[in-house]
């Protein structure tokens, strides 16, 4: 045991010194990302808000960058591990929630199941390209009677005497719906078939007939990201147009657990920028005579905030190292969302007091995040819903219904 004296001095910006816990490749990745946020998003992110857009070109760079579909292996995909991939979603949603939605829904929501469940054909089709960013996808779970209860789910798919498919429903709160070329799309097939009315995923291009995918419009929250609705209407697939290795409700929310674990770490990237944006603009912001980074109660506030983002963060490298490693459990991914997005909307509403009225302007990035990390907390998952996860892993009893 070493007897040294304590250090006093910690980096404000790395209190807890959980750079030491990252490996070469991961501090790489973290820098690398953290680089292209400063230069791509953070410039522009500010006005793509404000307009309600996400520009359809920054699927090719981050497609450059390897960061689509970035922890799969194969297919032109990074193959990366999943502590490098949380990192790289911190970073993009220290930049924006949009940013690490849309690299979180190519990446584990559309290529995650055509990569884990897909043909060959689909794979070799789609995967390449969505890797590169110069096809998008989107994954169609949520319809507008059937959220939180996905398992309720309207969308219909009829098998054809040919084997060929026909869709029918509407899907609701897709992110990238409308940019999307290709979306998988979740349907309860026919009670009377061979699948007895289990849900089944369909590999479906948007620009099949039948299929269209309006923007929702009005929205407050996560306005640098594109959000629609899907509606199918008699769209006619071929047979091979199902994944064929999963059939029932495992399908999605497999998908939904490899989100989740961006989200955990993602959710710690916007905490971070909030945090960082209070800290500088306490120690310039002068009031009575002093900056307001001098007063017990601003001190108090950066304090938490300090301890609640870096905690959060020691939570999601934890949670990755046990991805690394094999063990982690679904449970353990709600704990790591419940609690590390709860954290950053906390943190993102102390922020935005700390900057007064200059907090709720597009001019700095707190009231943003704040808005955004509304989003985070319904999407992938409830608050609610991951509350009853973790409460039905520790009682054994489900209390959903
Ligand atoms: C910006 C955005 C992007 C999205 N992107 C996608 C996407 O790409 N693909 C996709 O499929 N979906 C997407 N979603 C949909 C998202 O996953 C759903 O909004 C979410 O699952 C919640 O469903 P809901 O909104 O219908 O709320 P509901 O399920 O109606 O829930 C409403 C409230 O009731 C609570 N509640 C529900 N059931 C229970 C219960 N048993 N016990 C206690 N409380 C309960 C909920 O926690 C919540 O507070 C997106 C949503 C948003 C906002």
Redesign the pocket.
């Known amino acids: 045991m070493s007897h040294q004296p304590l250090r006093q001095a910690i980096d404000p910006l790395d209190p807890l010194h959980l750079d030491g816990l990252l490996s070469e490749e991961e501090l790489l990745v973290r820098d690398t990302v953290r680089r292209f946020v400063g230069d791509r998003v953070l410039p522009d992110v500010g006005e793509w808000f404000d307009q309600g857009t996400f520009p359809r070109e920054m699927a090719q760079a981050f497609g450059d960058l390897g960061l689509l579909g970035m922890h799969l292996e194969g297919y032109g995909c990074a193959g990366t591990s999943a502590t490098a991939y949380g990192l790289a979603c911190l970073e993009l949603e220290a930049g924006d929630s949009g940013a690490r939605?849309f690299v979180s829904?190519q990446g584990s929501?559309a290529m995650f199941p055509i990569w884990a469940f897909g043909s060959e054909e689909q794979k070799q089709e789609w995967l390449p390209r969505m890797a590169a960013g110069t096809a998008i996808g989107?994954?169609?779970?949520?319809e507008p009677d059937?959220?939180?209860?996905?398992s309720s789910m309207r969308t219909t798919a009829r098998q054809l005497p040919n084997g060929d498919w026909v869709l029918n429903g509407t899907?609701?709160?897709?992110?990238?719906?409308s940019i999307a070329d290709v979306a998988v799309v979740w349907a309860v097939t026919d009670p009377e078939g061979p699948d007895n009315g289990a849900v089944r995923g369909f590999v479906v291009p948007t620009d099949t007939p039948g299929f269209s995918a309006p923007v929702i419009h009005k929205?407050v929250?996560?306005r640098a990201?594109i959000?629609s609705e899907l509606v199918l209407q008699e769209v006619h697939l071929p047979a091979g147009a199902v994944l064929p290795n999963v059939t029932g409700m495992r399908g999605p929310l497999s998908c939904l657990n490899e989100a989740r674990f961006g989200i955990l770490f993602g959710a710690c990237g916007a905490a971070r920028a909030c945090y960082e944006s209070a800290l500088s603009y306490s120690l310039e912001r002068v009031q009575f005579g002093k900056p307001i980074a001098s007063f017990q109660l601003t001190q108090k506030k950066l304090t938490e905030m300090a301890i609640a983002v870096h905690t959060g963060t020691l939570l999601s490298m934890h949670l990755g190292r046990m991805k690394d490693a094999g063990t982690l459990a679904t449970p353990q991914v709600s704990i790591g969302k419940l609690n590390n997005v709860a954290m950053a909307l906390r943190v993102a509403r102390e922020a935005r007091a700390i900057l007064g009225a200059n907090g709720i302007t597009l001019e700095y990035p707190v009231v943003r995040h704040m808005v955004n990390l509304e989003?985070v907390y319904?999407?992938?998952?409830?608050?609610?819903?991951h509350t009853?996860i973790v409460g039905n892993a520790l009682t054994g009893i489900p209390?959903?219904?």
């Open positions: 939605s829904v929501l989107c994954f169609g779970l949520t059937s959220g939180s209860d996905p899907k609701m709160w897709i992110t990238n719906g929205k929250s996560l990201s959000t989003s319904t999407y992938e998952g409830t608050n609610e819903i009853l209390a959903f219904g």
